[in-house]
């Protein structure tokens, strides 16, 4: 089914490991974003892609590295996986459209735990 | 202090009950404004736009107050099916979407 797909859903690493966090999506959404959601801070964005080959930092982008060579893929790495990156991370898409345009589509999380 | 904020609850109302979600945000040029609703830690999906004049759909009325940089939803005749949490959501130029750190609601029999 077309949408939007986040692999692995769940994932466990040790300290110290690098880890990517696959994006893909099949609308040809010019925006993509990647979110974490942890207890009491809710949705904070990572990174986000206005376009293929263009990307910026969000609110807490540090520890976190994002490529977008194709439109239809944003993976997220975490470059040396630490404790407190463990969390639920979502990934989103959006057309982008006009201003009121607010509608972000999201995959069903991935759920990453760093011992 | 955040960009986004919003009283996280939790609010428990029994059905058929009005409730209502207030949310600030703290950048004034920020353009648009929304309300996401996610469900037991799924993914968030939008439940409505929120414009100046105010707008409804069905038993939701969001309205935002841009001179107090202040946005609300009320939820007419609760549902059980209304148990969420609700998130308020607000764009800034560029297309980066802030979100509040959500509201839970409970709704009970």
């Known amino acids: 089914d077309a949408g939007i797909t986040q692999s692995p859903r769940y994932k466990i690493t040790e300290t110290g490991r690098q880890v990517t966090l696959m994006c893909h999506q099949t609308?040809?959404?010019?925006?993509m974003f990647w979110y974490r959601q942890d207890l009491g801070h809710g949705l904070r964005l990572i990174y986000y892609s206005a376009a293929a080959d263009i990307t910026d930092k969000g609110e807490v982008s540090d520890g976190y590295v994002v490529s977008r060579s194709k439109t239809e893929n944003f993976p997220l790495t975490l470059e040396s996986a630490t404790r407190s990156q463990t969390s639920v991370y979502f990934c989103a898409s959006s057309g982008g459209g006009g201003i009121n345009t607010g509608e972000l589509f999201f995959g069903e999380g991935s759920r990453l735990t760093v011992l | 202090r955040k960009e986004v904020e919003q009283d996280p609850g939790p609010f428990n109302v029994p059905e058929g009950a009005t409730v209502a979600f207030n949310c600030t945000y703290s950048?004034?040029?920020?353009?648009?404004f929304f309300w996401y609703r996610q469900d037991c830690r799924k993914e968030p999906k939008l439940l409505m736009s929120v414009y100046s004049s105010g707008n409804e759909d069905g038993r939701f009325t969001a309205q935002l107050n841009r001179a107090s940089q202040y946005i609300s939803l009320l939820i007419r005749d609760s549902k059980l099916s209304d148990s969420a949490t609700y998130l308020c959501v607000v764009k800034r130029q560029g297309g980066k979407l802030i979100f509040g750190q959500g509201t839970e609601l409970s709704v009970k029999p």
């Open positions: 609308w040809s959404h010019s925006y």
């Open positions: 950048n004034s040029a920020s353009q648009s």
